[in-house]
Antibody, heavy 123, light 108 residues
Framework: EVQLVESGGGLVKPGGSLGLSCAASGFTFSSYTMHWVRQAPGKGLEWVSSISSGSSYIYYTDSVKGRFTISRDNAKNSLYLQMNILRAEDTAVYYC????????????????WGQGTLVTVSS | SYELTQAPSVSVSPGQTASITCSGDKLGDKYACWYQQKSGQSPVLVIYQDTKRPSGIPERFSGSNSGNTATLTISGTQAVDEADYYCQAWDIRTARVVFGGGTKLTVL
């Protein structure tokens, strides 16, 4: 059974830092591109960042570029998101998601999601 | 940047067909997928690659994508289908994932 379990959320002051982790199990983690997606309270889904299976390709949404760093450790079946210079608008539930295997070019979707971890940025 | 637009809410009577649309420039040239998110839960993939259903998703869920609009259709809508639905596509120009704003489906 595929499982994604996020951890590391909490309350942090503006300008502070926080590191999130996502522990993966039930599949060959090293074969999949992984993503972070967030959802502000009462709002919609927002894609944050992605990292390819071998960490060669990394992308960020513009609002976090230069502040957040995505990484992974395939030996530990883990995905990470280091968040620095946090702002109030970063307050959200952060989900770890697995990118599904595309059977057609340019088909990108998330077939498994974690339960999410809440990050609250407030003084 | 590429944008996907969804109506904020849709209402449907039990047993009827619900259609939830997602619009974007030349969306039909991309692949769209759909997620269902029930209150307090994580999103669940219900349609990918425009029309494909993951295993375990009921047959009453179907998808289409043409022109500027992707559509999620729920036939014989049930009370358990009440949820927020999000469309998603990939913007090849920026290599970014894009979500629609979500549609709240009410079954009444």
């Amino acid at each position: 059974e595929v499982q994604l379990v996020e951890s590391g959320g909490g309350l942090v002051k503006p300008g502070g830092s926080l590191g999130l982790s996502c522990a993966a199990s039930g599949f060959t983690f090293s074969s999949y591109t992984m993503h972070w997606v967030r959802q502000a309270p009462g709002k919609g889904l927002e894609w944050v960042s992605s990292i390819s299976s071998g960490s060669s390709y990394i992308y960020y949404t513009d609002s976090v570029k230069g502040r957040f760093t995505i990484s992974r450790d395939n030996a530990k079946n883990s995905l990470y998101l280091q968040m620095n210079i946090l702002r109030a608008e970063d307050t959200a539930v952060y989900y770890c998601a697995r990118e599904g295997v595309a059977t057609a070019g340019n088909s990108y979707y998330f077939d498994y999601w974690g339960q999410g971890t809440l990050v609250t940025v407030s003084s | 940047s590429y944008e996907l637009t969804q109506a904020p809410s849709v209402s449907v009577s039990p047993g009827q067909t619900a259609s939830i649309t997602c619009s974007g420039d030349k969306l039909g040239d991309k692949y769209a997928c759909w997620y269902q998110q029930k209150s307090g839960q994580s999103p669940v993939l219900v349609i990918y690659q425009d029309t494909k259903r993951p295993s375990g998703i009921p047959e009453r869920f179907s998808g289409s994508n043409s022109g500027n609009t992707a559509t999620l259709t729920i036939s014989g809508t049930q009370a358990v289908d009440e949820a927020d639905y999000y469309c998603q596509a990939w913007d090849i120009r920026t290599a970014r994932v894009v979500f629609g704003g979500g549609t709240k489906l009410t079954v009444l």
